[in-house]
């Protein structure tokens, strides 16, 4: 059974830190997908992640994967108030099936 | 932009009733998902559906069917409301010749009493 695993599940931290999210996952792919998802709003695309070794980039947002140890990094630097929300990733298995995570409640405090 | 809509945001239902959840999008995608959000658990995958009159079971497929008569279309169906299926409710659809990346409607939050 594919098991999709975030870590932390939430996280508090000051604005201008930098922390990174996990996010493991249990079989072969290498497509790795994250979302952010604001309150009470549906979920948006951050990152598409077709390969191993793959980096993408956007703002104080990084992503990367790591397909051999089946892990995938969210890194955020010199957090803002606005990067508030929910964070998703989600495994892509086979044939588009695509598995997520619990998500990362991330709250970060002006 | 593509747009996907769900016809419904929010539905309130009596156990029993039987419920239905529609889902459109305009991008000519092949692929299309439901799932079913709830706090503390993620998103779970509930059916999705390659091509028109395909469908595939995902994670949670007990008490829920689908339908995909057109290929914009994509509907979720309750049979027979239960209280275990208040949730949120959301559609996604992705091109099959591109990178999978989901594309989500608004969702439709459903409560059953």
Same mark, same amino acid.
């Given at each position: 059974?594919?098991? +999709?695993?975030?870590?932390?599940?939430?996280?508090?931290? =000051?604005?201008?830190?930098?922390? $990174?999210?996990?996010?493991?996952?249990? $079989?072969?792919?290498?497509?790795?997908?994250?979302?952010?998802?604001?309150?009470?709003?549906?979920?948006?695309?951050?990152?598409?992640?077709?390969?191993?070794?793959? +980096?993408? =980039?956007?703002?104080?947002?990084?992503?990367?994967?790591? $397909?051999?140890?089946?892990?995938? $990094?969210?890194?955020?630097?010199?957090? +803002?108030?606005?990067?508030?929300?929910?964070?998703?990733?989600?495994?892509?298995?086979?044939?588009?099936?695509?598995?997520?995570?619990?998500?990362?409640?991330?709250?970060?405090?002006? | 932009?593509?747009?996907?809509?769900?016809?419904?945001?929010?539905?309130?239902?009596?156990?029993?009733?039987?419920?239905?959840?529609?889902?459109?999008?305009?991008?000519?995608?092949?692929?299309?998902?439901?799932?079913?959000?709830?706090?503390? &658990?993620?998103?779970? &995958? @509930?059916?999705?559906? /390659?091509?028109?009159?395909?469908?595939?079971?995902?994670? @949670?497929?007990?008490? /829920?069917?689908?339908?995909?008569?057109?290929?914009?279309?994509?509907?979720? @169906?309750?049979?027979?409301?239960?209280?275990?299926?208040?949730?949120?409710? &959301?559609?996604?659809?992705?091109?099959?010749?591109?990178?999978?990346? &989901?594309?989500?409607?608004?969702?439709?939050?459903?409560?059953?009493?």
């Amino acid at each position: 059974e594919l098991k +999709v695993e975030q870590n932390p599940l939430f996280l508090s931290m =000051q604005e201008g830190k930098n922390y $990174t999210i996990y996010c493991n996952y249990s $079989t072969t792919s290498d497509r790795l997908y994250w979302y952010r998802q604001d309150p009470g709003k549906s979920l948006e695309s951050l990152f598409v992640l077709l390969s191993n070794g793959a +980096v993408k =980039q956007e703002g104080r947002l990084m992503a990367s994967l790591d $397909t051999k140890a089946r892990l995938s $990094t969210l890194h955020i630097t010199a957090a +803002v108030h606005d990067l508030s929300a929910t964070y998703f990733c989600a495994v892509d298995i086979w044939d588009d099936k695509i598995i997520f995570g619990k998500g990362t409640r991330l709250h970060i405090l002006p | 932009d593509v747009k996907v809509t769900q016809s419904s945001r929010y539905l309130v239902k009596r156990t029993g009733e039987k419920v239905f959840l529609e889902c459109v999008q305009d991008m000519d995608h092949e692929n299309m998902f439901w799932y079913r959000q709830d706090p503390g &658990l993620g998103l779970r &995958l @509930i059916y999705f559906s /390659y091509d028109v009159k395909m469908k595939e079971k995902g994670d @949670i497929p007990e008490g /829920y069917s689908v339908s995909r008569e057109k290929k914009e279309r994509f509907s979720l @169906i309750l049979e027979s409301a239960s209280t275990n299926q208040t949730s949120m409710y &959301l559609c996604a659809s992705s091109w099959d010749r591109g990178t999978g990346e &989901l594309f989500f409607g608004e969702g439709s939050r459903l409560t059953v009493l």
